[in-house]
């Protein structure tokens, strides 16, 4: 199994930046990913990365979000800038076999709440 544990979350202010980081315990899937889920609202994909480090985002966070893995440290990491109070949400590291939707996904981190502020 292993465990997946996010870190870096935390309040800004609307324009500010986060880095979140993830950190895996066990060898990792096909694929990871970051995800995020305000509340009474479903569970969001935000971006993904494939062992080949190529990467794909949703349209709400392209150009202002970056994903990135550190393999020899089993670490993935998301540079979020420009954030947005529609940001606000807690944010969750996963990974799988398919890793644009969460039925793909095989675990699961306990997330990390980002709370932006305008």
């Known amino acids: 199994q292993g465990q997946l544990v996010e870190s870096g979350g935390g309040s800004v202010q609307a324009g500010g930046s986060l880095r979140l980081s993830c950190a895996f315990t066990?060898?990792?899937?096909?694929?990871m990913a970051w995800f995020r889920q305000a509340p009474g609202k479903e569970r969001e994909w935000v971006a993904s990365?494939?062992?080949?480090?190529?990467?794909t985002y949703s349209e709400s966070v392209k150009g202002r979000f970056t994903i990135s893995k550190e393999d020899n440290k089993d670490t993935l990491y998301l540079q979020m800038d420009s954030l947005k109070p529609e940001d606000t949400a807690s944010y969750y590291c996963a990974d799988g076999w398919v890793c644009t939707t969460s039925t793909g996904i095989g675990r699961w981190g306990q997330g990390t709440q980002v709370t932006v502020s305008s």
């Open positions: 990365i494939d062992r080949a480090d190529k990467t």
């Open positions: 066990a060898r990792t899937w096909f694929c």
